[in-house]
């Protein structure tokens, strides 16, 4: 069965939603990385999303609506500081975790007590989330552990004929995943970091927790016990379900280099050499400043380090071509970790598996 390719016309927009409707598969593009949608209130729906990724079963899934009013079926007894957010950045790319109301599927929560809601901040996913009717739970539209796809093609290049549709619409903008923020325990909690930084929720809501196994996964805290063991958990139990798999891996190993950046470039090349004299396929992972400074198989941009936001739209697709080129090590340059540095740094580490030289 091959996957229709649908455009963003209101003939393809009615055809994708009637196809939800009916309980198939659809990814749609939205402001963070490509959805891959089914009915979030029809159990059979959800089952096919984690067959069609080889996700695991016990990793919850965001319910993605147009409307505030949708909420009602989802969510019970919403905290006072959610209506806050609510109205601060929805739609956005904020997923909050909310008391989950019983009517939603135990295959969408994995059975936990809370639900993950967002409103996307794309013309084409709310058309699409309007059109439908439904709520319309969604992961990043990739196979489980790949890098989440950030245009069409890469939507095809993992789940070509496993999907009934994808809707094109075009590359998303903010590159990376939405905030997942708990707000059921007070303060609440960054259980992912995302589009919406910390310093944004900070200004409208005030105190924030961070999920302990995110701190520990940041580079000045190395924990020995949190590299990735054969099984691809880490050995922390972190409280987001899904932060606990490796994810977004390249298919090549990935190191990441801390410190100055000038002594980042400096370091680098001298892995490439090395790397290359025992022949092996060796990429850099860095940014437009940089490009020009390294000999190596392949030298790829994600961006423009003075522009973080650039980096963070560009990360996935680079990933992925190095996968393309058939890279066996990539080296990276790290990035500051204020504002949307936290996310591009906080999916650096996973892709590299927790391997980073100073
Ligand atoms: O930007 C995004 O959020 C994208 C687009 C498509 O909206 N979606 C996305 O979904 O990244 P996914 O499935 O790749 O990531 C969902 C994350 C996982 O880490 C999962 O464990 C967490 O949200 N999550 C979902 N429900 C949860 C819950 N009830 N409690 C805690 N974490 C939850
Ligand atoms: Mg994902």
């Not at 096919?48 to 409307?67: E, M, S």
């Not at 539209?141 to 950030?150: D, F, K, Q």
């Not at 990735?228 to 977004?248: D, Q, V």
């Not at 990441?256 to 490439?272: A, N, R, S, Y």
Request: net charge negative; hydrophobic share 40%; proline share 8%.
């Amino acid at each position: 069965m091959g996957t229709a390719r649908l455009g963003t016309t209101r003939q393809d927009i009615e055809r994708a939603a009637e196809l939800l409707r009916q309980g198939e598969l659809v990814a749609f593009p939205t402001e963070t990385v490509y959805g891959l949608g089914a009915h979030a209130m029809d159990a059979a729906a959800v089952d096919k999303i984690f067959q069609a990724k080889g996700r695991p079963a016990d990793n919850p899934l965001i319910v993605h609506i147009a409307h505030r009013v949708q909420l009602a079926d989802l969510a019970d007894n919403l905290p006072p500081v959610a209506e806050k957010l609510i109205e601060s950045f929805w739609p956005g790319p904020l997923t909050l975790v909310l008391p989950r109301q019983p009517g939603v599927p135990d295959r969408v929560t994995a059975g936990l007590s809370t639900v993950a809601v967002r409103m996307p901040n794309h013309p084409v996913a709310l058309s699409l989330l309007q059109t439908a009717g439904v709520p319309v739970a969604a992961p990043s539209a990739n196979r489980s552990g790949r890098p989440s796809p950030t245009a069409a093609v890469h939507v095809l290049e993992d789940l070509d004929g496993k999907i009934t549709a994808v809707v094109d619409g075009g590359t998303t903008g903010v590159g990376v995943e939405s905030t997942v923020l708990d707000v059921t325990v007070d303060p609440p909690m960054i259980l992912r970091p995302g589009g919406v930084t910390k310093e944004m929720l900070r200004q409208v809501i005030g105190p924030l927790q961070e999920d302990l196994s995110l701190k520990r996964n940041s580079g000045e805290e190395m924990d020995p016990a949190l590299a990735p063991a054969a099984n691809g958990r880490i050995a922390t139990a972190p409280r987001s379900p899904g932060m606990k798999y490796t994810h977004y891996a390249p298919r090549g190993e990935m190191w990441i280099v801390e410190g100055p950046v000038d002594k980042q470039v400096e370091l680098i090349q001298t892995l490439v050499d090395k790397s290359t004299a025992e022949g092996t396929r060796t990429g850099v992972l860095t940014t437009d400043e940089h490009q020009a400074a390294y000999r190596a198989d392949a030298v790829l941009s994600c961006g423009k380090r003075e522009a973080l936001e650039t980096v963070a739209a560009g990360l996935y697709g680079v990933l992925r071509r190095f996968d393309e080129l058939g890279v066996e090590r990539i080296y990276a340059e790290s990035f500051p970790e204020a504002g949307i540095g936290a996310a591009i740094m906080n999916r650096l580490r996973k892709a590299a598996g927790y391997r980073v030289i100073r």
